[in-house]
């Protein structure tokens, strides 16, 4: 699904926008740090502390509302012919205490040395089944 070209694009840049939408439709974009194998693009919670509230994180609780999810991975410069872009959509699926989980665990910890030293065991994955990818503008690494 991804061309050679969009993979290396996707390969050098470790951070992403994640765009949810709970059920009424109100829109939560943040960042995230994510992998991609296969037709999956995963990322984790961590444990990093979002807020004191015992509740799920809000990309969680729209991805449970609606689990259609839409990634943008983006490379800005002032020299406007090197700006590119890659628009991933899909639909997610939460895994927690499964295989998948720990493999994408094993990804993450391969792509981000941070992640080697956190607990990730018990925190769930965002896997994102990608249906669709859309691309724009110098994707050149």
């Not at 059920?23 to 693009?41: Q, S």
């Not at 607990?119 to 110098?138: Q, T």
């Amino acid at each position: 699904m991804l061309s050679p070209e969009q993979s290396a694009f996707l390969k050098a840049h470790p951070v992403a926008r994640l765009a949810t939408a709970d059920a009424g439709g109100a829109l939560h974009v943040i960042p995230i740090c994510y992998v991609i194998v296969g037709e999956t693009l995963y990322f984790s919670i961590d444990e990093k502390p979002k807020s004191a509230s015992p509740k799920p994180l809000k990309r969680i609780r729209n991805l449970l509302e609606n689990p259609k999810a839409a990634v943008v991975v983006d490379r800005y410069d002032d020299d406007w012919t090197q700006l590119g872009w890659i628009m991933i959509r899909g639909t997610a699926e939460i895994l927690k205490d499964c295989d998948e989980q720990t493999r994408a665990h094993e990804a993450l910890r391969t792509r981000y040395p941070q992640y080697r030293e956190m607990y990730l065991e018990p925190l769930p994955v965002v896997a994102i089944r990608i249906k669709r990818v859309v691309s724009w503008g110098n994707l050149a690494c």
